[in-house]
Every structure is written in C-alpha cells, then in structure tokens.
C-alpha cells in the first residue's frame, strides 16, 4: 500500500464550480499534512498546510481527519489558472521527511 | 531571496557521460532533499541532508548515484556513468528544521540521457 494516496483524475470542471480532492495516509504517526501545487513543467509550490482544525485561504479550505487519516481540499469557484496537478503531502518516517503522493490533475475548462 | 536555485535548468548527454547537477539553497535552510520526478514513479526522495550531513540515502537508486554537501550553500548530485532510464526532471528543496515547515523547491534540472 503507498503511503500517500490520491484519485490521479483527471477532473474536469466548469469555471466557477467547487471540486474536492481526498487523500488517504498510511502512517498513523505522521504530524504535518500539506497541499501543493504544480503547474505543468514547473516545481512544486506549497498552496496551503493542513491543520486538524481544519482552514482556509481565500477559495481553498483544507480537513484533516486523523481518526481516518484522511485530508480532503476544496477548492470553490474555481478559476482558469486553478488547473494544476494537487499533491497531499504528509510527514513520515523523521519529522522532516515528506512524502508526496502522485497528484491529482485538475483542468478548469471555460 | 532568491529561492531555491538549481543548474543547469536542462541536460541533454549521452549514455555512459558523467552528468552534474548543482543545487544551492535557501539561506539558514537547515535541510536539503534531492528528489527525481518521472510521469511513471511521482516524485521519488533520493537523499537528504541535515546541516551538510546526509541523513538518509535509502531512495538513490544504485551505485552510480552520488550526492555531496560540502557546506551549507552547496549541493551536487552526480550520475556517473549515465543511462536512458536515468532521464527525469531532479528536484532539489530545503527547508527549515521544525516540524510544521513545508519545502521550497528549486526549479528542477531536466535531464535527458540519449
């Protein structure tokens, strides 16, 4: 079983839609949960952490469940430029190593 | 700051060549993490260092790969000889030492091998 795992997609949504992504983490002991974000030919930028609590900035709001170890992001409104590949990344092994799950590839159409 | 800056931004060698990647991060970052990314295999750790020291090295993928901190500015990862399947985009990040912190990637070397 991976230790990060997300629905590859791809979703293809309308402008102005709301769309959920979901990740499932293996490690049980993991502390720290991100969303990144990567456009097509360019590195991985961090778009938000992930609190227990859950949060939110702006469009996107992010949960954590650690009871299922399950981190969903919703993005509403979605825009153009939102079309990117999302990636859940949760801490495991030393607290500073991360593991990047394989993506999930979001194209908002016009 | 200027983030995270890698080179060369493309290689293009031949099989058996020695290819080096260089990889300087972002000031009073405590960690530096190469990755290798490939449509087939994600984003893959190859090795970190914690204050110049390589901590964990389990993810290179064999013998030809090899990888330096000679000191906090500076990193290389070398493929020495190369081959077909080595061709990938590399990632190098750093980050901060507390748990919490996310990673600043560098715009990646991508690496073809013909």
């Known amino acids: 079983r991976k230790e990060v795992e997300q629905d590859p997609g791809p979703f293809n949504v309308p402008e102005g839609a709301t769309v959920a992504f979901n990740c499932t983490y293996s490690?049980?002991?993991?502390?720290?949960f991100f969303w990144y974000r990567q456009d097509c030919r360019k590195e991985p930028k961090l778009l938000m952490s992930?609190?227990?609590s859950g949060n939110e900035d702006g469009r996107f709001t992010a949960q954590l469940n650690r009871a299922s170890q399950y981190i969903s992001l919703l993005i509403r409104d979605s825009k153009l430029s939102d079309s990117a590949t999302y990636l859940c990344?949760?801490?495991?092994?030393?607290?500073?190593?991360?593991?990047f799950g394989s993506g999930t590839q979001l194209t908002v159409l016009p | 700051d200027a983030g995270v800056i890698q080179s060369p931004r493309h290689e293009v060698t031949e099989m058996g060549q020695e290819v080096t990647l260089r990889c300087k991060p972002i000031?009073?970052?405590?960690?530096l993490f190469w990755y290798r990314q490939t449509m087939m295999r994600g984003l893959e750790l190859l090795i970190y260092?914690?204050?110049?020291?390589?901590?964990?090295d389990s993810g290179m993928p064999e013998d030809r790969f090899s990888a330096k901190m000679p000191n906090a500015s500076f990193s290389t990862l070398k493929i020495q000889p190369s081959e077909p399947r080595d061709s990938a985009v590399y990632f190098c990040?750093?980050?901060?030492?507390?748990?919490?912190?996310?990673?600043?990637f560098g715009s990646g070397t991508r690496l073809t091998v013909v």
């Open positions: 990040a750093s980050s901060w030492a507390g748990v919490g912190y996310g990673y600043t």
């Open positions: 490690n049980s002991a993991s502390q720290s």
């Open positions: 992930v609190y227990s």
């Open positions: 990344v949760v801490s495991s092994g030393s607290a500073r190593q991360l593991t």
């Open positions: 000031s009073g970052h405590d960690y």
């Open positions: 260092f914690n204050n110049n020291v390589p901590i964990d």
